[in-house]
């Protein structure tokens, strides 16, 4: 909080240090490329950065973008998102935006994902047209979710987990609960890991066809 009044009424935390005070992205520490503790602050106008404060200075920071939380300037989820995409590399993004849908944080409409987010969903993507089955939408928004493939006309999600944003306890039960949701609203949802797409693709093919058969 000292930070952000240090830089200035209109200053709000931001970037890293926003994703974790929302809850996205757990707290920074040694290996994460800028030192520890670095306390991210977006400005309108001037700023000058120092040790443990990186400032970023923004001629687009609006008050529709900040708001207050634990007695906190910060910018939205919707905002923190938008500059963690510019900002962060992609596995990092991806497991804050899934903790973001997991804990019903708006993610706003400005915020633009990659299609497909991951090599996985590109390797996946190629084994279904090698299979000649039917290709699904992408990184698509379902009752609040971004999921990585939709047959929308099937109600079926296939959801690809690699172990960059997916290999932890909290990765684990966070899906487990998102699948409960989807399924709740009538949607079947399947997974496949890496393994499985790289060193089984028939086996993937073949699910997808089973499940898609008498739905599509």
């Known amino acids: ?5 240090a830089c200035g009424n209109d200053a709000a935390l931001s970037h890293r ?3 974790e005070l929302w809850g996205m992205l757990p707290t920074a520490g040694p290996g994460h490329g800028e030192g520890w503790p ?17 400032v970023h200075r923004s001629s687009t ?6 708001t207050l939380r634990s007695g906190i300037r910060v910018t939205k989820s919707a905002r923190t998102l938008e500059d963690l995409q510019r900002t962060l590399p992609r596995p990092v993004f991806t497991a804050a935006l899934r903790q973001a849908e997991f804990l019903r944080l708006p993610i706003g409409d400005r915020l633009t994902v990659d299609h497909p987010r991951s090599e996985l969903e590109a390797r996946c993507l190629a084994l279904l047209r090698r299979h000649r089955l039917p ?9 609040g979710f971004v999921v990585d493939f939709l047959w ?6 296939a959801e690809l987990d690699g172990w960059q944003a997916h290999g932890s306890r909290m990765a684990f039960e966070r899906d487990r609960a998102r699948d409960n949701q989807l399924r709740t609203h009538g949607f079947e949802v399947v997974r496949f890991t890496w393994k499985q797409v790289t060193n089984d693709p028939g086996t993937v093919a073949a699910t997808i066809r089973s499940l898609l058969a008498g739905r599509w």
């Open 38 to 54: 670095v306390t991210h602050v977006t400005v309108l106008g001037e700023g000058k950065s120092r040790p443990g404060l990186r």
């Open 1 to 5: 909080m000292a930070s952000v009044l």
């Open 61 to 66: 920071l609006s008050t529709a973008d900040v």
């Open 17 to 19: 240090s926003a994703a």
């Open 135 to 143: 290709l699904p939408e992408v990184n698509v928004l379902v009752v």
């Open 152 to 157: 929308r006309p099937a109600r079926l999600i």
